[in-house]
């Protein structure tokens, strides 16, 4: 199984950028995605999450300002943002939780998609 993530760019403040993270390998089902950031010299921190049920959790440094979404039939996650800020800028890692079989669930992480704000 694996993440790949893609959408990640240089963009001015106050655009916009949509990144996309699609799951392929076996899978049996997908339960939460999301999607976490890295600035330089921070701690990875969690942007957004979304449950199988759609139920969404976001930071609150990005609340009002990011969307997360999920397709399921293309087993992929989808984080817009909007009104970006130069402190958005950082390594986006996608995430999800992955059944390979009905009893084997484990965690996996995409490579880090840089998005990048000028101000």
């Known amino acids: 199984v694996q993440l790949q993530a893609s959408g990640g760019g240089l963009v001015q403040a106050g655009g916009s950028l949509r990144l996309s993270c699609a799951a392929s390998?076996?899978?049996?089902?997908?339960?939460?995605m999301g999607w976490y950031r890295q600035a330089p010299g921070k701690q990875r921190e969690l942007v957004a999450t979304?449950?199988?049920?759609?139920?969404?959790n976001y930071a609150d440094s990005v609340k009002g300002r990011f969307t997360i979404s999920r397709d399921n039939a293309k087993n992929t996650v989808y984080l817009d943002l909007s009104s970006l800020k130069p402190e958005d800028t950082a390594l986006y890692y996608c995430?999800?939780?992955?059944?390979?079989?009905?009893?084997?669930?484990?965690?996996?992480w995409g490579q880090g998609t840089l998005v990048t704000v000028s101000s």
């Open positions: 995430y999800a939780i992955i059944g390979r079989t009905s009893a084997a669930w484990s965690d996996y």
């Open positions: 390998g076996s899978i049996f089902s997908i339960r939460t």
């Open positions: 979304i449950t199988d049920g759609s139920r969404t």
